[in-house]
């Protein structure tokens, strides 16, 4: 992943003292007047900005409220979105325990501690957090620094520290990131009172954060597939038979608090199967529903899945709904991250019974059944050791097709359908039926399905019937001879 970077963490020393270089030659100049100065109260207002564009340069704080014009392309902090960061005040007046005589001298002072509290090459924004945090716990414990107080970002993301004391040192530091953030904001160190700024005003400072943006091409593919309607066993090729399944739309919710917020709710998988889920923000928790599946033949449940990803993309935790924990997987392959969820088919079946025009039961005939679509396909089964039931495998051609025998029988395992059997032989005695029949699975009951058919029109062999054709037969032969007879002897006579 290309991460737009701001600035970096480590090695800041110089943006950090062009950050405070306002405040530290502010700080420094009448040191004298500033010692004797009254210790009246103030406040301070912090103000959390954020960019991920390497274009945005520093924010010079100068203690007033800056116009957006100042403010260099950053923007405010929006913790409802990158998640809420604290901020805690100390003073720090034994680290400055001696004259200044320039501003330089404090510039130095200031980035020997940033440099004691940064980490160098920290491996994220909450790597260098704990550096700090563990090196500002122990200057308290020796009692060199006071903590003070911790306040977390409002709704605005600005914090703000009332009824500070309006003399001596103080530091405030970015004590508590989310994953969203990249780097966290350069230490703020200044001096109270600061000119201009008297007792009762409030002073505005500005954090600046780099927060992290994902990468188009490091976008986290879906692919929605199906077990195959033509092998839903997979026995045609010894593995689970999958397919892409397009038009599917999918909505996907951010986690706000206790509540999600929707992101979009129409995500559509392409012929492909896929979509990508692009601009997604870094450390928060995710949940992505099927929504609309039209295809017909799969089960209606609507998998949902939920994930979160890390500082820098990568999701960390996946998990399904509990039933659906078989049918969604996540995988991050060479860092291509894909989830993959699943449809099962839907699968009935159907009993038939062979009967007569008196539905009484014949056997003897034969069946085979015909592909919903293709004529030219039929089905392979696999007949049970009942005799009877037969489970629908896949399709093949008609001449490799599963003959159907019996009176009584029943096909399982049909995928959501319309269906033909094919009547390719009939009992004896009887009429083979001249089209299909045809049939629907949709999961409604299936009832027994009768089918009839016919006795011959014409007489069978062994009925008393073609006795009589016989009898008629030697009747016509027998005057025929006699006609012939009688004419001769009548050509004889003449």
Known sequence: MQIKKLWKRVGTLAAAAMLMAPLGGSLTSGSQNNAKAADNDVSIKVHKMMSNDTDVN??????????????????????SMYGNAEFTLYRVDDWFDDEYSSSAEFTDAQEEYINAMTKENPANAQSAVEHQNDYLDRQVVQGNITKMETQTTKSDGTLDWSSVTNNGYYLIVESSVSAS????????MFRLPMADKAAGSTIHLYAKNQILDLDNEESITVKKMGVNPDDPTGSINGVEDLIDLANVTFKLERQTGDGWTTVSDNFITGPDGNFSLKGLLPGNTYRLTENVNPHNAYEDKQVSVQFKLDSKGIITSFKADSDSESDAAYTNTSGK??????NRLKLGEIPFSKVNENSTGISGAEFKLQHPEDDTKYAQLDK???????????????DSATTIEGGEFSITGLPHD?????????????????????????????????????????????????????????????????????????????
């Open 58 to 79: 520093k924010i010079n704080n100068t203690g007033d409220e800056l116009d957006a014009s100042d403010l260099n392309g950053n923007t405010p902090y929006d913790p």
């Open 181 to 188: 953030v990249d780097a966290i904001s350069v230490p703020m």
């Open 337 to 342: 991250q894909q989830i993959t969820i699943l």
């Open 384 to 398: 049970d050791d009942d005799g009877s039931t037969y489970k629908f495998i896949g399709w093949t051609y008609k």
């Open 418 to 494: 319309k269906y033909k059997l094919e009547e390719t032989k009939a009992p004896d005695g009887y009429t083979k039926l001249s089209k299909p029949i045809e049939f629907t699975i949709d999961g409604s009951t299936e009832e027994l399905h009768e089918i009839m058919n016919e006795k011959y029109d014409l007489p069978i062999t062994g009925g008393m019937g073609i006795l009589l054709f016989i009898l008629a037969g030697l009747a016509l032969m027998g005057t025929s001879y006699y006609l012939y007879r009688r004419n001769q002897k009548i050509k004889s006579s003449k």
